[in-house]
């Protein structure tokens, strides 16, 4: 198994701890695992790998990354993606242990933020969501009021309406 991005498992720093999990940040709309950013800082930066600039690019672990080396990570080229989890709870299975994926939405001006769980968080970045996930995905999405087509644009031509992956995708 080659992958682009490796995951490490945080220490289970202040295990003890409570309050932490799923609180908004930023003030976003609080929801485990999933929230509208509403302040985003600086969201023109360049993309964190090639530099390329000109669009709000989605934040991977919050490094902006654009769409080129999106798929390039997918396809577990370049340099390779390395970040800790938070102690957040994965939006569609709810492990703990997260990474966040920032996204925009079609016609909206805020992002908003998941965290997902290393495999999901490879899945959705290779559009190999299996047909559960991307239901529990939408459903939540439904919930901040925006649809899946928003969000999965890119995806359109790789799931139907129903959630089937459409285009066979290799294996790793
Ligand atoms: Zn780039
Ligand atoms: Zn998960």
Redesign the pocket.
Known sequence: MRLGQRLLSGPPRGAGETGEVGRSIRGGQAMEGLRVVKDLLAPQTPCSRCQSAGCPWDRLAGQPICPDCQEALAQGEGEPFIVRTERHR??????PG?VRYLTYPLHSAEPVEMD??P??FQALLARRLDRH?YHQLSRQLQTLGFSTRQVFLLHEAFYDEQGHSLQPVPEW
């Open positions: 994965c939006v569609i299975c709810q492990q997260t997902l769980c495999r999901h996930a």
